[in-house]
């Protein structure tokens, strides 16, 4: 089993900063990739971006790129998103996931476990 949880979610402003962490436990060895998807009130989860754990291949989707940055941390077992220049359309809870097979780490279908969901407020 796998266990991901997600923290340093929060109420900003409009053009602030936060920065998510992901920290894994459990069976995470031989992982491909991990993943942070976003879910807004009403709307279907979507792909933000994603990391391969091995080469650090990254993947955004194209509304937060050169806003937003995917890292992970060897040592901690963690994977950050950096989100930069936060927008009222960037609110959702925020998700990671960890993915041990697959090659389209755009979609939610190629990640075997989840972490709960932590909040992103945007709002002046």
């Known amino acids: 089993q796998v266990q991901l949880v997600e923290s340093g979610g929060g109420l900003v402003q409009p053009g602030d900063s936060l920065r998510l962490s992901c920290v894994g436990s459990?069976?995470?060895?031989?992982?491909?990739?991990m993943g942070w998807f976003r879910q807004a009130p009403g709307k279907e989860r979507e792909f933000v971006a994603a990391i391969t754990w091995n080469l650090g291949a990254l993947r955004y989707t194209d509304s937060v790129k050169g806003r937003f940055t995917i890292s992970r941390d060897y040592a901690k077992n963690t994977v950050y998103l950096q989100m930069n220049d936060l927008k009222p359309e960037d609110a959702a809870v925020y998700f990671c996931?960890?993915?041990?097979?697959?090659?389209?780490?755009?979609?939610?279908?190629?990640?075997?476990?989840w972490g709960q969901g932590v909040q992103v407020t945007v709002s002046s």
């Open positions: 459990g069976a995470t060895a031989g992982r491909r990739a």
């Open positions: 996931a960890i993915s041990f097979r697959g090659i389209d780490y755009t979609s939610q279908s190629t990640y075997d476990y």
